[in-house]
């Protein structure tokens, strides 16, 4: 029996001075800016706890000796650096919580999913967890004895990992925007009459908007038109008493504007010419 790969105690196979910590999956899309600030951060707090994650040692803190517990072990904290690096692998934004898609649903991550993607075992998982917990960077729901699955991550772990509450803020702000927008199109695409509503919008807000002088523009070409239609009519019907000399232009251009039909700009002696 191969003792050594189930990675229990002491036997982990833990080497102080090549930390195994959790490497991102090359086949993952591209994650936010900030979380993979965090992860390249969450590798200096294996050598320098002091600096990072500062939580964790505040933690230790004993209140009735009135000291610390002494130095977090090596060990330890690459187990909590390795299931740091999953939290924030697998973080939503918008909900600040820790999930696995599973068809496509969400679903909170236990600590078996943690300790698989983190590649350690259950133990140490646990009890990296704890000092998470306990230094209030995670929440969890405690279902049975030592299974946990996590509900929160708060805000303070991005902090002590180098991430600006301005940047957080930000990039949290597009997060929401971006999926309000997918459930805005979801729930058009579901609801016909709001579909063909948005349509019509759309259409509507793709045209041009013509400002004043191009309304008047258009209305003027619009009478030349008609009025160069009309005058070619009357011109027809009236042609043999223009060349019996019997009426004269001047009298065509009267009888169209009796009638309310004029040429808003065309001079009298172009009225019967090309247009």
Known sequence: MEQASYNYGNRCGHVPNSPRLYVRPAFKKKTYDILTDAQKNLAEYYSDPKNWLKNIEESRFDVDKGHSMGQQRTESREAVAAVTGVILDHLDLDTMNIVRYKQGTPK???IYDIAEKAGINYDRCWRALMVLQNASYVTSKQAQIKEIALKRVSLTLLHHLGISALRVHLCRGKKHKSLEMKRGETAIQN?????KAMKSLKEALCK???????????EKEKQRKYFCKCSRELFLNLEPQIKAGKMSIGDINRILYERGIYHPDLPKEKVFGKT
């Open 208 to 218: 041009p908007i013509k400002t004043l002088e191009q309304k008047e523009e258009a």
């Open 108 to 110: 909170n991550m236990s």
């Open 191 to 195: 609801n016909p009459q709001l579909k």
